[in-house]
């Protein structure tokens, strides 16, 4: 009887399981092996970095550090952003932005005026959204350097400089304005010690014949007058508008305005002459060229004329004129060689221009003491018939009752004969 053998049987070699192909086995180590990098990434060991680039540079943070001393940063640096190294939870940072950090240079060494080299810092700024411990450091550049100086402000009223514009014939400049009328510098208390003064420079375009506006550069200058150029001081604005007001020149004759005359007074027979015959002035265009003379202040003949006397009259310009010769006065005579003068007692008293709702009754029967100036001849001739006491109730405020009223002196029979003094009659008003 034949025994049965323990030989195992053996797979036939046309049907070998793909379990046992070296590339499943190859792909499912990739795999285990992604797994756990996965599982300790997530839930063993999940940090990492990100580089966030762009970030600005905050000077204003801590600044109190060298303000404090009286410093201020005169020169920074070119750079504005930097790169940022963010370290933390890999599922977090990566939606961090630039706008969540700031950047901001350590002022520990600052400690007086000069270039220091800050080391720049960086921190989230942004905690709600981004928890947890993450880290930002610097990457480049990790420092800047910055210089220091005393810092502090000056303001100066700005002076123009209008010697290149050029003015018309028949025309003057005479006057200009800045606006702004003054400026601030601020800056190193070193630069601002040699800025003497801020000049608006006016070009000069063409000839002016009109007051205009133009813009001007403004220039820092020394005290000797020199364009001074400083490094680190900054002003208000760099420029000015500048109005330069134009006036037109003429030289008018100078004329008195009496006054305190009779009706048909004839001024011009009067002899008189002025220190000053004619005056040099300045003025808007419009105003001077409607100007045919100048007035000086009115002489009132009856109140003020003396024979052999000289009288001090102002000249009277018109608003926004004014006077090239520096004359503000002038010296009036009278030529009175050939005058007279005569006092006569006036019984002619007559009221003029009485209002319908009143009587007048004169009460007073003579004006005494009138005294009359004149050529000599008119004054030799002339008698008191044919002067006249005028009332004119038109230029007074008449009451109810005996009143005291002015009257002018009138000589009808002459144009060049004149009273001086004042004079007062007695008269019953009466309300009709």
Same mark, same amino acid.
Request: aromatic share 6%; net charge negative; hydrophobic share 40%.
């Given at each position: ?193 040699? /800025? #003497?003064?801020?000049?608006? @420079? =006016?070009?000069?375009?063409? !000839? $002016?014949?009109? *007051?205009?506006?133009?813009? &001007? ?63 040099? /002035? #300045?003025?808007?265009?419009? @105003? =001077?060229?409607?100007?045919? !003379? $100048?007035?000086? *202040?009115?002489?009132?003949? &009856? ?63 003579? /004006? ?65």
């Amino acid at each position: 009887m034949q025994k049965p053998t323990n030989a195992v049987p053996q797979p036939s070699a046309g049907r070998n399981s793909p379990w046992n192909h070296p590339a499943f086995s190859m792909l499912l180590a990739l795999l285990c092996g992604f797994i756990a990098w996965t599982v300790v990434t997530v839930y063993v060991d999940p940090q990492g970095s990100v580089t966030v680039q762009d970030v600005p540079i905050n000077y204003a943070n801590s600044a109190s550090t060298y303000t404090s001393q009286g410093l201020d940063i005169v020169e920074k640096p070119d750079i504005e952003t930097v790169d940022v190294k963010v370290t933390g939870n890999s599922t977090i940072i990566g939606n961090i932005q630039n706008s969540d950090i700031m950047v901001y240079p350590s002022y520990a060494g600052v400690s007086g005026a000069g270039k220091v080299t800050l080391r720049l810092q960086a921190r989230l700024v942004n905690t709600t959204d981004f928890p947890g411990n993450i880290e930002c450091v610097v990457e480049n550049p990790k420092t800047i350097d910055a210089v220091f100086d005393e810092v502090s402000e000056k303001t100066l009223p700005i002076t123009v400089d209008a010697s290149a514009v050029s003015v018309a014939d028949g025309y003057m400049l005479n006057k200009t304005t800045a606006v702004p009328a003054e400026i601030t510098l601020r800056g190193p208390t070193t630069e601002l010690d040699q /800025v #003497a003064s801020v000049v608006a @420079t =006016v070009p000069g375009d063409g !000839e $002016l014949s009109d *007051t205009t506006t133009v813009p &001007a550069t403004l220039e820092l200058r020394d005290e000797n007058g020199e364009t001074f150029t400083p490094q680190y001081t900054t002003m208000d604005s760099d420029t000015a508008n500048v109005t330069l007001t134009i006036y037109q020149v003429r030289e008018l004759p100078l004329v008195v305005d009496f006054i305190g005359t009779p009706t048909n007074f004839d001024t011009k027979s009067l002899k008189y002459s002025l220190s000053q015959d004619t005056l040099r /002035v #300045a003025g808007p265009a419009r @105003t =001077v060229s409607a100007l045919e !003379e $100048l007035t000086v *202040t009115d002489f009132d003949l &009856a109140r003020e004329f003396e024979l052999g006397r000289d009288y001090q009259r102002l000249v009277e310009l018109p608003a926004g004129i004014v006077s090239l010769d520096g004359v503000t006065s002038v010296t009036l005579s009278f030529d009175t060689e050939e005058m007279a003068s005569t006092t006569l007692n006036i019984s002619n008293i007559k009221p003029i221009n009485v209002p319908s709702n009143y009587e007048i009754e004169v009460l007073s029967s003579l /004006v005494s003491g009138v005294t009359l100036y004149g050529p000599a001849d008119e004054i030799e001739a002339i008698s008191a018939d044919s002067v006249v006491a005028q009332i004119d109730c038109q230029s007074v405020n008449l009451t109810v009752g005996q009143q005291s009223i002015p009257v002018t002196i009138q000589i009808p029979s002459s144009t060049r004969v004149f009273a001086t003094g004042s004079y007062t009659v007695q008269c019953e008003v009466v309300a009709k």
